[in-house]
């Protein structure tokens, strides 16, 4: 394989799609943000890869109540850039099973704790620092893994530690998570080629 193309899922403020697009800016990448797909029109990651030149799609599961529909959709923006790396960066939708299969082993996630803990139904963003905070966890991290057909379960490409504060909020956890976020994503990228 040459240079990835590669697709970014996304649903909010894209701090990590930011990393990446800084990170293919500065040729730590070994490869080519193709396109980003957001759920939500209000994504302000949408914003971020207009702003870089990349092509952006609002592809939400409202808008096509037929689920197939949905799926063709994603499919066309998909082979239209003939995508060979999908990244769930702060995507809060499961992805269509259609999706999954065909690009088996070539879709990551990054999850904002220690999978195999906190991970599953409900557990994302802030949730999960919550969970973290109240079960007295000492330490807390990021994880990056391939996405199977099981919630938060595929194989972990790349974990790294933060330490939990006695007197941290679920922010502040998040804050501290995301900076390592930021680190691992892109090695992670690198790592898959
Ligand atoms: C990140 O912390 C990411 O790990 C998390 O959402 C945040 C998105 O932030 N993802 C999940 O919880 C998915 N289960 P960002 O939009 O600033 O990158």
Redesign the pocket.
Known sequence: MSELSIAVF?S??????QALIDAAGEGRLNGRISAVISNNSGSH?LVRAANAGINGYHISGKRYPDGSDFVTAILEALDKHTINLIIL????KLLPIEIIRKFKSRII????ALLPKYGGEG???LN?HRAVIRSGDMLSG?SVHFVDEIF?HGAILIQRTVPVLSDDSPESL?AR??RI?HKILPMAVRMFL
């Open positions: 996304v909010g403020g894209g701090t990590n799609l990651a960066a702060g995507y809060m996630n990054i999850h904002p557990m994302y963003g999960v990021a938060d998040s998570v995301l976020e």
